[in-house]
């Protein structure tokens, strides 16, 4: 049973544009919700993370948007980059354990 | 040298083969763990040490053996493996807070890419 779906699989997006992944989790004890951005043959590197307790979490070009009631987080990346491209994983843990679940990832390519 | 080290970054053996993979940390983190990343599934948590502890073991097979002599160092033993093992094995640390926080962030490594023939 997957408990962090993740979607779309593969995003392109023109250069300038507004890239958006979106999430949806089922454990109601998940308390914390990064953001991992993975280059090739690079490992994931945290990019941005949130708690539920704001439904918003801006840094630069890139915003978390938290819905609680509908268990549904999302990443958006503004003026999308050629230097964004990269795949994103979601996840999300529970408050004192140390095992984050991850998504399935998501392919993201900025065209010029 | 900084953040979290993996070798080989490449791997190649046969099913009766034994090797192992290094990970190694730089950031006084007093937890690591191991990850397998496989095409169009989501990392999969392997093994987890906290303070040279084991504290996770995801049903991984026996074929997998992992080792943390210290806080920097974790290994990865691996014999007589399967085609399917084939995939990205990540190191990552973290500095775990006691209950009721939420620690820092994993640090991953680049990985090693393994293929199993």
């Known amino acids: 049973q997957q408990q962090v779906k993740q979607s779309p699989q593969s995003l392109i997006v023109q250069k300038g544009g507004i890239s958006i992944i979106n999430c949806a989790y089922e454990?109601?004890?998940?308390?914390?919700f990064p953001w991992y951005q993975q280059f090739p043959g690079k490992g994931p590197a945290l990019l941005i993370a949130i708690r539920p307790d704001v439904s918003e979490k801006k840094e630069g070009r890139f915003t978390i948007s938290f819905n609680k009631s509908a268990k549904q987080f999302s990443l958006h990346i503004m003026d999308s980059q050629p230097g964004d491209s990269a795949t994103y994983f979601c996840?999300?843990?529970?408050?004192?354990?140390?095992?984050?679940?991850f998504g399935t990832g998501t392919r993201l390519t900025i065209i010029p | 040298e900084t953040g979290v080290t993996q070798t080989p970054r490449h791997l190649v053996m046969g099913m009766t083969n034994k090797k192992s993979l290094k990970c190694e940390q730089h950031?006084?983190?007093?937890?690591m763990y191991w990850y397998k990343q496989s095409a169009k599934k989501p990392l999969e948590l392997m093994f987890v040490?906290?303070?040279?502890?084991?504290?996770e073991n995801n049903s991984v097979p026996s074929r997998f053996s992992p080792e943390c002599p210290n806080s920097s160092h974790l290994f990865l033993h691996l014999h007589t493996l399967q085609p399917e093992d084939s995939a990205l094995y990540l190191c990552?640390?973290?500095?775990?807070?006691?209950?009721?926080?939420?620690?820092?962030?994993?640090?991953f490594g680049n990985g090693t890419r393994l293929t199993v023939t």
């Open positions: 950031l006084g983190h007093n937890a």
């Open positions: 454990n109601t004890a998940f308390d914390y």
């Open positions: 990552a640390s973290s500095q775990e807070a006691p209950r009721a926080d939420y620690g820092s962030p994993l640090h």
């Open positions: 040490y906290s303070l040279e502890e084991r504290v």
């Open positions: 996840a999300a843990r529970e408050v004192g354990n140390e095992k984050l679940t």
